[in-house]
């Protein structure tokens, strides 16, 4: 009896250690429900290629897009052994195109790539187009050597926030989330997930022993900041951040990076960072305060309504 492709993407998901955390049928299962599905390529019964992605519906529109935090999807690939680089990219064109003709009909298609994916060729010849964005990396093969490379204002905010706050973790999830609306609250901007959202996937997270919380508290129990690291096989992820308007000044925020940090490179035992960086102009910097590396990935779209195109055109 033939699997369907999502069973069989749970069965691919099973086998291989290293997909990124993003790209597992859990995470999706979590983020999407049942919203959604996953275009598939075998060899034999051997899956060789696959391409997850939520189905949506709005406003009468058919979207393919990005489940809500989730900073990743795209193409994920089985490689054989010992190929060279023409032939890895053979392949990898092969596979896209394969994929893409299972791709469901939609009005927007649009998925951000996980920067391991660096050829899109076969998205650009159908159509798609591309944006580059940008993430974070801090490479903690040597934690002495992250830290003497901080910028000197971060060294000095770590060392304040210390004697302000302490670092715990067996907190309320409640607790989180508070400190976490507080940071869209302050920008008049609605938190983009609910509490029972959140418990979703802290609860395949937890279950899978995938994340750690940071909360930076003071003498008095106030909560200045807090950080929800994740992290696969390969890298920690910094995924959820919230700060305390009022408590900003403390410096819990950059200290907690830092404790997240240390986290990864010793308890976790994982030598990548990754800032899941933001496009946002204020927020760079602060990724290039702690020596991390500005790494591109590709925002892939296509638009096949007529009304969104215009209204794309129209907001640009």
Request: overall charge positive; some cysteine.
């Amino acid at each position: 009896m033939q699997l369907s492709p999502k069973a069989a993407y749970r069965n691919f998901c099973a086998l291989e250690k290293n997909i990124p955390l993003f790209l597992n049928d859990w995470w999706m299962d979590a983020v999407c429900g049942d919203s959604w599905d996953v275009a598939l390529v075998q060899n034999g019964d051997e899956v060789i290629g696959a391409l997850p992605y939520l189905k949506a519906r709005r406003f009468g529109f058919r979207l393919l897009n990005m489940p809500k935090l989730t900073s990743f999807l795209g193409p994920v690939f089985k490689y054989p052994e010992g190929q060279k680089y023409v032939s890895k990219l053979s392949y990898e064109m092969e596979i896209m195109e394969k994929l893409i003709e299972q791709i469901p009909s939609f009005d927007l298609f649009r998925q951000s790539f996980h920067y391991s994916i660096a050829n899109w060729l076969p998205f650009y010849w159908k159509g798609y187009e591309q944006t580059t964005r940008y993430t974070y990396l801090l490479d903690l093969d040597n934690l002495n050597h992250v830290f003497v490379e901080l910028k000197s204002s971060v060294r000095g905010k770590i060392r304040k926030a210390e004697g302000i706050v302490t670092v715990q973790h067996s907190r309320p999830l409640e607790d989180f989330y508070n400190v976490f609306c507080m940071t869209f609250e302050r920008q008049k901007i609605k938190p983009p997930i609910d509490l029972v959202y959140l418990k979703k996937i802290d609860d395949a997270l937890s279950k899978r022993n995938q994340r750690k919380i940071f909360y930076a508290v003071d003498k008095d129990g106030k909560v200045h900041s807090a950080l929800y690291l994740i992290w696969d096989n390969h890298s920690s992820y910094v995924h959820m951040v919230g700060e305390n308007p009022q408590l900003r000044n403390s410096g819990a925020g950059i200290l907690l990076i830092w404790k997240a940090i240390e986290y990864t490179r010793n308890e976790i035992k994982l030598t990548t960072f990754d800032f899941l960086g933001s496009m946002i102009e204020s927020v760079e910097p602060v990724r290039l305060s702690f020596g991390a590396k500005q790494v591109p990935y590709f925002q892939i779209k296509k638009v096949n309504s007529r009304i969104m195109k215009l209204f794309f055109s129209l907001s640009n």
